[in-house]
């Protein structure tokens, strides 16, 4: 009996969990990854003592990861722990008001009462809110493919339909927020959720108000071992269920006859495959791997999510204030994304998100010191100066953090490391190094995002964050379950 192979362009999470999940399905299953490790964004290194996680910071649904180990019937435990985080953030505004995003509701409207004078009804109503949004037509959405017919003849439609109001695509979130919430620091603390697939809050749907449910209803958590354990544990999963891994060794032409997949192009030699799933970005994956400009094009006709300069900087002090998640927020949010998305520059006053895993792990950096990953929100590449702007942005976050923690922060840093959109794009693929490929600013912005599959080529699919539903950990491994799912349908597994 022939055993059908699978080949999987790219080891991110999205690319291992679809190899996992076809695995188990049967699949002989072969992934091809142009760097020299799993991982894609999500990955780590060490400098002078110190661990970085070097991508994704923040943890949220582990039950997508519990949800692999089940259909591989492995233990989890095995491979992966994590701990929940009482804390999902630690907000810090220009007038001094600071407010502690507690995960357990009523803490959390309690301190938007006591710091913001927002009232806990109205809180808690919102987050009440948000899980309907979510569990009505959220998981309808995200789990499945927009394309397929029988998406929109389940039986859950109805129920999606009947909580559908217009306001949550022609309202801007920032519209949404404002409605609710009394205080300008409240409404700009749930207009940060647009920037978590890399969009803008003023011109984004109030649809992604669903966002907040996955952080403060369903919890925050924190990958024992960082969040590159996530990546290790993936890839060893993929390992035990018989995925053969081939490292730097980049696909070069994905093959097709008569409208049909038979194999991808490697060091010169055709490897045939009944099926290929590219977890590359989309845009690349047609321009260069099929050959396909026209519809390379087509992908950009959407607009760029967000990227990010990045700097990784090993502290020589222990913050008592600080959280494993801080934020430093601009005082005009407005302007701030007004630079990103139209002017395609940075802010002079940038608001800033500190990462600080040693806050859970002591061990991830010497003693009584601190490692942080200080990012700031920053436009796609199209040509800018990055030497420059990453010199003024690295002066404008120091200047702000040593003003509002009241220390000089420049003097503190004894190691450090930077991240910009080039790299960015260099490292993972990720066009113009947008974080999450095409941003969520327009109405039907969802449904314009590219399949999951195509129907110009039978047996080739597509996972991770360029593609339906979206990027960040969660909307990767669920892409990856629609790939699989899509593919047993296919081919009758």
Not at 88 to 105: D, L, P, R, S
Not at 181 to 204: D, I
Request: proline share 4%.
């Amino acid at each position: 009996m022939h055993t059908q192979k699978a080949i999987i362009i790219g080891s991110g999470i999205g690319g291992m969990a679809a190899a996992i999940r076809l695995a188990v399905q049967g699949f002989t299953v072969t992934v091809y990854e142009k760097n020299d490790q799993p991982g894609g964004k999500l990955s780590a290194f060490k400098k002078d003592g110190y661990s970085f996680d070097a991508g994704p910071s923040l943890f949220t649904q582990p039950q997508n990861i519990e949800e692999l180990f089940l259909l591989a019937q492995e233990p989890i435990n095995d491979y992966f722990t994590w701990q929940p985080v009482p804390v999902a953030c630690k907000y810090f505004y220009e007038n001094g008001k600071i407010v502690q995003a507690h995960t357990n509701a009523n803490k959390f409207a309690q301190e938007l009462k006591e710091q913001l004078n927002e009232s806990p009804e109205t809180v808690k109503a919102y987050l009440t809110q948000s899980e309907k949004l979510y569990n009505n037509i959220g998981t309808l959405f995200l789990n499945n493919s927009l394309q397929k017919t029988n998406t929109w003849v389940n039986k859950k439609i109805v129920s999606a339909l009947k909580t559908f109001r217009f306001g949550y695509l022609f309202k801007s979130l920032n519209q949404h927020n404002n409605k609710h919430f009394s205080s300008p620091e409240a409404v700009q603390l749930f207009n940060r959720f647009a920037t978590y697939n890399g969009s803008n809050p003023y011109k984004a749907p109030s649809m992604l108000s669903v966002i907040p449910h996955l952080e403060q209803n369903q919890g925050t958590f924190y990958p024992n071992g960082g969040m590159i354990s996530i990546t290790n544990a993936l890839y060893k999963l993929a390992i035990k269920k018989g995925v053969q891994f081939y490292f730097d060794m980049p696909v070069q032409q994905i093959t097709h006859h008569k409208k049909l997949v038979n194999g991808v192009v490697v060091n010169n030699e055709k490897v045939m495959a009944d099926v290929v799933v590219s977890n590359a970005d989309v845009y690349f994956t047609y321009k260069n791997l099929l050959g396909n400009m026209y519809k390379a094009k087509k992908v950009l006709k959407q607009e760029r999510s967000s990227s990010a300069l990045i700097f990784y900087w090993g502290i020589n002090k222990s913050f008592s204030q600080l959280q494993l998640h801080n934020i430093f927020f601009s005082k005009d949010y407005k302007n701030e994304f007004d630079n990103i998305f139209v002017h395609k520059q940075l802010t002079g006053d940038p608001t800033v998100y500190i990462n600080i895993t040693s806050k859970i792990e002591s061990s991830q950096c010497p003693d009584g010191k601190e490692n942080w990953f200080v990012m700031v929100n920053a436009p796609a590449n199209t040509g800018q100066n990055w030497e420059q702007l990453k010199i003024v942005a690295r002066n404008n976050v120091i200047s702000k953090l040593s003003r509002i923690l009241g220390q000089n922060i420049e003097g503190l840093i004894e190691t450090e490391h930077t991240l910009d959109p080039i790299m960015i794009e260099a490292k993972t693929d990720s066009y113009m190094g947008s974080l999450y490929g095409t941003s969520s600013n327009s109405v039907l912005a969802a449904f314009f995002r590219h399949a999951n599959f195509t129907n110009a080529i039978k047996g080739l699919y597509f996972c991770g964050g360029s593609v339906h539903p979206g990027g960040g950990i969660p909307l990767c491994l669920k892409s990856a379950k629609i790939v699989s799912e899509l593919i047993a349908k296919d081919y009758k597994k």
